[in-house]
């Protein structure tokens, strides 16, 4: 289903596609399966790099939340009989320490109209349409193009004469297809319980946990629903789940979870550096300040004393 209220980004979307895939012909040969599997791993990279600001943000809206945590919780077993004054305490809490329960949600809802669109477009190009400024001659490039002898526009429920109306051979192209999805299912359970995992150790007692578990096993089925999808769509779902792992992972490594003294106060935790920081070098004042100037220590010399003094005889 296309909204017309996007169509500005399906074809900004599309415009990218076009700019990549040239660049990549000028060196590659255009209707290879190399050259679209790059054209689609680059968009997707560089659409995530263009949210990346909003991953930030709710990033570390969650990590304030999670600060908050064990003030929550007091707050919770404190007025448990008084659902509606523990609410109005959860929230004066929330107020005064500037968090947003909103501020995790807010940022994954303004990434759907790329994601949308990005889908669109592929799903467009893999049923040959020529649209949002696309020639016929790109998209029968894109549909003529194989990657490990598989067509990008084939998916793992097309009849046998389809897929041979591709020039490919109907077991091969299911195997591949079966591999990605099977690699999909599985980037997509690490990064869910990449980020079940940091919630459940950093909030033991909440009462969602087992909830988080169940999602976090019954996600990778979700993938399977990709079964239905063209290769170069699952190739896209594959690439966003691994730049999605790597970047919580970097964050959670440069952020470990905050920590608490026995009256629930944070612990200031040092962050980690970042790459760029390691590999800068530092110069020998950088590494350690100096020392502190010694005191001058001033030696006193004798008074020179008279010759009766230093004879100790006496004037008569």
């Known amino acids: 289903?296309?909204?017309?209220?996007?169509?500005?980004?399906?074809?900004?979307?599309?415009?990218?596609?076009?700019?990549?895939?040239?660049?990549?012909?000028?060196?590659?040969?255009?209707?290879?399966?190399?050259?679209?599997?790059?054209?689609?791993?680059?968009?997707?990279?560089?659409?995530?790099?263009?949210?990346?600001?909003?991953?930030?943000?709710?990033?570390?809206?969650?990590?304030?939340?999670?600060?908050?945590?064990?003030?929550?919780?007091?707050?919770?077993?404190?007025?448990?009989?008084?659902?509606?004054?523990?609410?109005?305490?959860?929230?004066?809490?929330?107020?005064?320490?500037?968090?947003?329960?909103?501020?995790?949600?807010?940022?994954?809802?303004?990434?759907?109209?790329?994601?949308?669109?990005?889908?669109?477009?592929?799903?467009?190009?893999?049923?040959?349409?020529a649209k949002y400024g696309m020639t016929k001659e790109l998209v029968d490039s894109a549909r003529s193009a194989h990657i490990f002898g598989a067509p990008l526009p084939a998916n793992f429920f097309m009849s046998s004469a389809d897929i041979a109306g591709f020039d490919a051979g109907v077991v091969q192209t299911k195997v591949v297809l079966a591999i990605f999805v099977a690699v999909s299912s599985l980037t997509t359970f690490l990064?869910?319980?990449?980020?079940?995992?940091?919630?459940?150790?950093?909030?033991?007692?909440?009462?969602?946990?087992?909830?988080?578990?169940?999602?976090?096993y019954i996600s990778p089925l979700f993938a399977f629903f990709s079964l239905n999808f063209p290769l170069g769509l699952i190739l896209y779902w594959v690439t966003t789940n691994v730049w999605t792992l790597g970047q919580q992972h970097w964050f959670y490594s440069r952020h470990p979870m905050p920590q608490y003294d026995a009256k629930g106060n944070v612990i200031p935790v040092q962050e980690k550096p970042g790459l760029l920081a390691k590999l800068r070098k530092t110069t020998p004042e950088e590494q350690a300040p100096p020392p502190p100037p010694e005191p001058k220590i001033i030696r006193q010399q004798p008074s020179r004393q008279s010759r009766s003094k230093r004879t100790g005889s006496k004037k008569s």
């Open 1 to 129: 289903m296309e909204l017309s209220w996007l169509s500005w980004l399906y074809q900004a979307v599309a415009q990218v596609i076009i700019w990549i895939h040239t660049a990549y012909s000028t060196v590659l040969n255009p209707d290879s399966g190399l050259t679209w599997a790059l054209t689609i791993i680059t968009l997707t990279v560089f659409m995530r790099i263009l949210i990346f600001p909003l991953f930030l943000k709710q990033m570390r809206s969650s990590r304030k939340m999670q600060e908050l945590a064990p003030k929550v919780q007091e707050l919770r077993k404190r007025y448990k009989n008084d659902k509606q004054r523990m609410n109005q305490e959860v929230m004066a809490l929330y107020q005064g320490a500037g968090a947003n329960p909103l501020g995790g949600c807010l940022p994954v809802v303004a990434q759907f109209p790329i994601f949308i669109s990005m889908f669109t477009v592929l799903q467009n190009m893999a049923n040959g349409h």
């Open 191 to 216: 990064t869910v319980r990449q980020s079940v995992t940091r919630s459940i150790a950093q909030m033991p007692d909440n009462p969602m946990a087992q909830q988080q578990k169940i999602l976090m």
